[in-house]
């Protein structure tokens, strides 16, 4: 430990108080990742801004600070992020039974402007 403390240019004690904070920090972390783990059982769509409100009080208990913006990356990085559902795309229904009407531009080619869809002229 003393010649790793060295090349750093850190102390003995400041090496071991380092290694006593990461060890504080991994236990904080899997006391929150369990505690996340226990809210989403029970309620499986719990995103970060609600799991931070409903952990508040457990968080206070733990004497562990915890932001809303940390506890967010704090799930990434384990891989608990809800991924969002992709919106479904509703397409027309051409079975309605209704009048259609026929499609006269399908096959023209336009030369000029305005031949499909003619706009209105300014000034008159």
């Excluded at 904080?28 to 309620?43: D, G, K, N």
């Excluded at 931070?52 to 809303?68: C, D, P, S, V």
Aim: net charge positive.
């Amino acid at each position: 430990m003393e010649q790793l403390c060295g090349l750093f240019g850190l102390t003995r004690y400041a090496g071991y108080a380092a290694t006593r904070r990461q060890q504080k920090v991994g236990f904080q972390t899997s006391l929150v990742l369990a505690e996340v783990m226990r809210l989403r059982r029970q309620v499986p769509g719990l995103g970060t801004t609600k799991l931070h409100e409903m952990m508040a009080a457990f968080l206070t208990n733990h004497q562990i600070k915890l932001g809303r913006d940390k506890l967010h990356n704090l799930l990434k990085s384990n891989g608990l992020l809800l991924v969002k559902k992709r919106a479904y795309v509703r397409t027309p229904d051409s079975e309605h039974g209704l009048r259609t009407y026929p499609n006269r531009v399908k096959d023209l080619k336009p030369t000029a402007a305005n031949q499909l869809w003619p706009g209105r002229r300014c000034g008159k």
